[in-house]
């Protein structure tokens, strides 16, 4: 028997205060620029238990400005920019190449926290993508060497026999290259950050990128 869908939702709980706890977040005393501010939610988001907390949501706009949403994972994130990697051919590759600016979205549930990013995106040179792949596991590894990232697939079979011999290669061959792997930098315009509140008296702090620095402004929840 299916379950209903509108009895499901009705159920489930945000913020369970079981799981959850929401901590202050003083925008008084929040630093300048939003790098820093990150760095410390990322690594609180981790300590609390936060599976998967380097996982981001990427929003990309196709040639004829329809969105298009998928998770990857955060590379780094530096004065140079936000990073993510991914094969220059495939879906998110060709809509960067053809319309370069982006959206992030990280979400921390257990701390009732999101961060939103937004701004530009470049790609950086060869060498660093294959630097930043190689770093990387046997796995990851195997799985650019399989390429042909968001082509129609045969078969599950055909996807087994090229990931098969994508892991022998990596095993063999730690340093193979990738020549479609892309390592891209959303360099950010803006970056918000949003702290939920059991009253729902959320903070959203934004910052906005400016001549002489940072800008910050607080939002309407």
């Known amino acids: 028997m299916e379950p209903d869908l509108h009895e499901l939702l009705r159920s489930l709980r945000v913020w369970d205060p079981a799981v959850t706890s929401l901590p202050p977040l003083a925008p008084d005393t929040a630093p300048a ?9 990322l690594a609180q988001a981790a300590e609390a238990g936060q599976a998967e907390p380097h996982t981001m949501s990427l929003a990309t706009a196709d040639a004829e400005g329809r969105p298009d949403v998928r998770i990857v994972m955060l590379h780094g994130a530096d004065d140079e920019g936000w990073s993510f990697a991914t094969h220059a051919h495939s879906r998110k590759g060709g809509q960067l190449a053809g319309r370069p600016y982006a959206a992030l979205a990280f979400y921390w549930p257990v701390l009732g926290r999101q961060v939103r990013v937004r701004g530009p995106v470049g790609a950086a040179s060869r060498e660093e993508a294959q630097a930043d792949l190689h770093a990387r596991s046997t796995g990851a590894l195997a799985a650019a060497l399989t390429g ?3 082509a129609v697939l045969g078969s599950t079979e055909e996807l087994a026999r090229a990931s098969d011999a994508a892991w022998e290669r990596a095993r063999r061959e730690p340093a193979a290259p990738a020549p479609s792997w892309t390592l891209y930098r959303l360099r950010p315009d803006e970056v918000e950050f949003f702290q939920g509140d059991a009253r729902r008296r959320h903070v959203r702090l934004r910052y906005r990128r400016a001549p002489e620095g940072w800008a910050r402004e607080l939002l309407w929840p």
């Open 33 to 41: 620029a939003p790098l820093p501010l990150f760095a410390r939610w």
């Open 148 to 150: 042909r990232q968001s």
